[in-house]
């Protein structure tokens, strides 16, 4: 069993280690994480990928650990923790992050990450109006965008942010005439259309934002929402994108996360926050 690099090779590997673990088959998600960022896997003797995890570095600062999957038939072997402590090893001192599943943090405790917060995922079709707060963002606003995400993050995400212009559906901005003071996007996954990430000054911002997304979506929406946020799980829950399965935010490495997290209302996807 030997750790190597993924390649967009792999891709057909990780769908298939993904669907053994029940996640189902998100193609462009997989391949938008694998272009971002460095993907680790481990190799079986008959060259058979059966764990995998990626790493996405931002700014020098943090990053994000996701797509931490083995084997169902290699379960409890500590593959898991072997991949997860080499991910560790390469991103060096940054302060990693990840949103752990309940079998997964155990694991991830072993190796040293607390948990921070805990998040639901709300699914749904969203039955409210639109706000008609927000507009279309625009190619010339991507730098107002990647500034704000940098303030609220903390790290600089241009380079994620670029290549998400491509991946969404459509991002949307609120522009009060004196710059962008809040952005929000989303992207199609297979079943539903997730929302996020949500950037705004404040929750009612924040609604304005997903609904004007979510009421343009025309499918089921997905939502990744904070525990620390009660008033949003609410809002959503009464407009038809209820609450699901729980997860646990979980840090690993020097301080709490950088940037102004009140003003951070959803993650692109819980892979990357
Ligand atoms: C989570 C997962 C990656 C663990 O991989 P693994 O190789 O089995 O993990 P390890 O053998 O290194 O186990 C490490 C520890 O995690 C915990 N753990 C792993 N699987 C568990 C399970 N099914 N139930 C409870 N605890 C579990 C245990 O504490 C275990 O240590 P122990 O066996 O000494 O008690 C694997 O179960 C998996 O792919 N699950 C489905 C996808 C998922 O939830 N991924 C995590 C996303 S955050």
């Not at 029940?22 to 990928?49: N, P, Q, S």
């Not at 993050?153 to 241009?158: E, T």
């Not at 924040?206 to 997304?213: E, K, M, P, Q, T």
């Amino acid at each position: 069993m030997v750790i190597r690099e993924l390649t967009s090779g792999d891709l057909d590997g990780c769908l298939r280690l993904a669907e053994d673990r029940g996640w189902g088959r998100e193609e462009r998600k997989w391949r938008f994480l694998l272009e971002g960022g460095e993907g680790y896997g481990i190799v079986d003797g008959a060259g058979d990928l059966v764990a995998t995890a990626i790493l996405t570095r931002y700014g020098g600062r943090t990053a994000a650990v996701s797509m931490v999957l083995v084997a169902s038939r290699l379960a409890r072997r500590g593959l898991g923790t072997r991949l997860i402590a080499h991910v560790l090893d390469r991103a060096g001192g940054l302060t990693v992050f990840l949103n752990a599943t309940a079998q997964g943090r155990p694991l991830y405790e072993k190796l040293g990450f607390r948990v921070t917060g805990g998040a639901s995922m709300h699914v749904g079709v969203f039955t409210g109006p639109p706000s008609g707060v927000s507009r279309a963002a625009r190619p010339e606003d991507l730098k107002a965008i990647a500034d704000l995400d940098a303030e609220v993050v903390g790290a600089n995400r241009s380079d994620l942010l670029r290549r998400y212009a491509g991946f969404a559906e459509e991002i949307r901005v609120i522009d009060d005439g004196r710059g962008v003071s809040g952005y929000a996007g989303m992207w199609r996954n297979v079943t539903n259309t997730v929302v996020g990430p949500v950037i705004a000054a404040g929750p009612e911002d924040a609604r304005a934002l997903i609904a004007d997304l979510a009421a343009r979506a025309g499918r089921p929406v997905r939502l990744e929402v904070e525990d620390r946020r009660p008033e949003l799980a609410a809002w959503l829950d009464g407009h038809g994108v209820t609450a699901g399965m729980r997860t646990s935010d979980m840090v690993a490495g020097s301080g709490p996360l950088p940037g102004d997290r009140s003003r951070f209302f959803a993650p692109v996807m819980s892979a990357l926050g």
